[in-house]
């Protein structure tokens, strides 16, 4: 066997290992904890959205808190896949907005998940030219993607 097919089956072998602990791991969290968490985060997402779009409005956007609350979102940005395990949807009783499609159709939900973390990237990097008008653009560019992900698996009130 070369040296490449032995690392591809070692490779493969931890990738099983880490799959069954993270799984594990999810399975023993209760799904109100879950769901709890991630709505708070969520509220995390709108309360640093907020901060940045007040701020353009005001004429006062300044690199340091751009930066800061374009991190924050990027970090929870890069965590999301991980927030959706099965059995945290409404079949749970404990009340959550999330809709069926999310396990329904789980590669429409990455596929938002990976433009939501691909737009939080390009804001970090907007944040940090501290540029007033490309940091405002670029928020909304990830406003967008937010919509884009509620729209097919947020319950709207
Ligand atoms: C990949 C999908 C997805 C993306 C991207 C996303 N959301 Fe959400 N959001 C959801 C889902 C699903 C819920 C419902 C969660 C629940 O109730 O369990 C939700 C709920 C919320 C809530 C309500 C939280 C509560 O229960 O009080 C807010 C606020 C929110 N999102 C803001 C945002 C903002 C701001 C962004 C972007 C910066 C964002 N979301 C990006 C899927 C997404």
């Given at each position: 066997?070369?040296?490449?097919?032995?690392?591809?089956?070692?490779?493969?072998?931890?990738?099983?290992?880490?799959?069954?602990?993270?799984?594990?791991?999810a399975?023993?969290?209760?799904?109100?904890?879950?769901?709890?968490?991630?709505?708070?985060a969520?509220?995390?997402?709108?309360?640093?959205?907020?901060?940045?779009?007040?701020?353009?409005?005001?004429?006062?956007?300044?690199?340091?808190?751009?930066?800061?609350?374009?991190?924050?979102?990027?970090?929870?940005?890069?965590?999301?896949?991980?927030?959706?395990?099965?059995?945290?949807?409404?079949e749970?009783?404990?009340?959550t907005?999330?809709?069926?499609?999310?396990?329904?159709?789980?590669?429409d939900?990455?596929?938002?998940?990976?433009?939501f973390?691909?737009?939080?990237?390009?804001?970090?990097?907007?944040?940090?030219?501290?540029?007033?008008?490309?940091?405002?653009?670029?928020?909304?560019?990830?406003?967008k993607?937010?919509?884009?992900?509620?729209?097919?698996?947020?319950?709207?009130?």
């Amino acid at each position: 066997m070369s040296v490449l097919g032995r690392g591809s089956v070692f490779v493969a072998a931890f990738a099983a290992v880490l799959g069954v602990g993270l799984m594990a791991e999810a399975q023993q969290r209760p799904p109100a904890d879950i769901i709890a968490a991630r709505q708070q985060a969520m509220k995390t997402l709108g309360a640093e959205m907020k901060g940045i779009g007040d701020a353009a409005k005001a004429g006062s956007i300044t690199k340091e808190d751009a930066s800061a609350r374009a991190s924050k979102i990027n970090e929870i940005a890069n965590q999301m896949v991980s927030w959706f395990p099965a059995g945290t949807g409404p079949e749970s009783g404990v009340k959550t907005a999330a809709l069926p499609a999310i396990w329904e159709k789980p590669a429409d939900y990455k596929a938002a998940i990976d433009r939501f973390a691909g737009e939080s990237a390009k804001l970090v990097a907007a944040a940090n030219t501290g540029n007033a008008a490309t940091i405002a653009a670029a928020q909304g560019e990830v406003g967008k993607s937010c919509g884009g992900c509620h729209q097919i698996a947020r319950q709207r009130n």
